[in-house]
Structures are given as structure tokens and as C-alpha cells.
């Protein structure tokens, strides 16, 4: 059964995902006799809709969900999918508001919501059963990329570090003083990185190019309040400069901390300052002595031999 569409607000449409929104009719303005059919009324895609069919002839279309949200139904704080009316838009064409213009509109636009054709109870669980598993798979996807990121990030470089020290100097009961600083460390690193994401957050509500030309033309502006402007321009400038400069200390800090950790790890092995004459005994100059003490044997018995 056909309804009247609403033309002054966004309308939800609690509709299944296989089903289909027909709009038909038109409406005239007196303001200069412009006829508008649902296609001009309506926004499809600001409510989560795709043009799903069409017959112009009698001015009706065919709307199917597509199945994301409408960014007019999110604004509107509705569930999507829903009717998106471009009456605001049309009326600001016409410099009325929109309720001046719907004030002078006649006809009217009606809409029929039509089930989706029936899912077969074996196909309708085979869906489900493949949806789940593709979204199953994605939070796998999207949780192993996550641990990569982490794991690259500066505050995971300084954890990978710890475990390594830790590992390192675990046993060995001359670094006991030395593994307590790892968690001491860890804290260290912990508030630099706080510090760094709170910096880089305000530093990415800062337009830096639009700041610079705003205390460009403050600069070159001969009008009243110009010169005070810029003093606060030229502060905020500044602020944001300081900004960067905290983001990239806290950034050394954390270089300097994962640094730290590595070399424990890399000293604290059981082999540091191996070479190649370490032994009281050398095996390498034992063999090398024997074969000097041959040779001279050798050459001792050809001396005899040759008298």
C-alpha cells in the first residue's frame, strides 16, 4: 500500500536487506513552476540507497538498500537505510527556506516498501554460514595487522626490547640489579609515549598552511586590531612549533630507552669478548708446534743422512 513520502524530514525505513522502496508521483512549486519527481526529492545514496529501477513514463523508481549506512541517517541520528529529502537544497536554489517552499508545492510523492524474494531455508543457512565466516576472518585479519602496527610503533619496539633484556639477564644472579631496571624503563617509556600521542593528537587539529597565510595576511594588513591579531597568531605559531619539537623529544626518548635495553641484552651474553687466543692452552698454537718440531726433525735427518 502506498503512503505519502515525507518531504520535510528523514524518514527510516524499516525495510529487510533483499527488499525494495518504490517512490512514485510528482510535486509542482508555484515560486516558478518547477516540477520535481521523487528522484529530484530524494537523495538515494545520503540514505543508504541505490536506484534499483526506474519508469519515468509514470514517474515511479525502484530504491534497493545497499546495505552501508546513509551519511543523512547518521546525521539525523535515524537508522539507515532511510528517505533522504533534498527539499532544504531545493529551496536554497529558490533563496526560500524549506519551509517556505514546501508551503508552495502541490501534488504529492508516495512510497510502497515490497518484500524481498524469499531465501530458501538451505541457501538462507549457507549464507549466514559464509558471512560468519568472512567476518570471522576479517577481525582475524584486522587483529593480526593491528599487532604488526604495534609491534612497529616506537612504544612496541622499547617492549620487544625488554623482553630481550629480560631474557638476557635472567640466571645470572651478577645482573639481579641490573634486570630491576627494565620495568624501571618500562615505565620511563610508557609516559614518554603518552606524551607523544597527546602532542601528535593536538598536532593534527593544527592546519599549519592555513595558520601560516592567515599571519601572512595579518602581517601585510594595515587595519585596526591587525598587529594584535598577529601578536596571537604569531603565539599560536609558536605553540604548534612546540609542539613538533615535544613530539620529536619524546620520540628520542624512546630511541634512547630501546637503545638502552638492546645493549643490556647484547653485554649481558655469556660469551661477550670471545678471541681467537682466549685459552691458557690454544689447540691452534699446540698443532702449530708440533708441525714446527716435525719439520725440524725432518730437516735434522736429511742433515745426517747428507753426511
Known sequence: MFALAPLGRVTPLSVDPGARVVLRGTVRTSVDGSVFDALAL??????????????????????????????ACVAAGEPSPCLAPRLAELAHERLRT?????STL???VELEATAGPAIPPAALRDALTGAVIV????????LLAAARRLARSPMG???AAAREATRATRGDATLQRLRGQVSVLLARA???DVARRACLRRLRRIDRAALAKRVEARARSTAPGAADALEWLTAERAE???LESDVAASLAGLERIESALRVMALRARAHR??????????????????????????????RFVGR
Open 42 to 71: 530524494f537523495d538515494p545514496a545520503a540514505g543508504g540507497l541505490r536506484l534499483a529501477g526506474q519508469h519515468p513514463d509514470r514517474q515511479e523508481y525502484v530504491l534497493a538498500p545497499t546495505g552501508g549506512p546513509g551519511p
Open 98 to 102: 524549506g519551509a517556505e517552499l514546501a
Open 106 to 108: 502541490s501534488g504529492r
Open 135 to 142: 567476518g570471522v576472518v576479517a577481525v582475524v585479519v584486522a
Open 157 to 159: 619496539r622499547v617492549r
Open 190 to 192: 610508557t609516559q614518554l
Open 240 to 242: 604548534a612549533t612546540r
Open 273 to 302: 669478548g670471545v678471541s681467537a687466543r682466549t685459552a691458557r692452552a690454544d689447540p691452534v698454537d699446540t698443532v702449530a708446534a708440533e708441525l714446527a718440531l716435525r719439520d725440524e726433525g725432518l730437516a735434522e735427518v736429511d
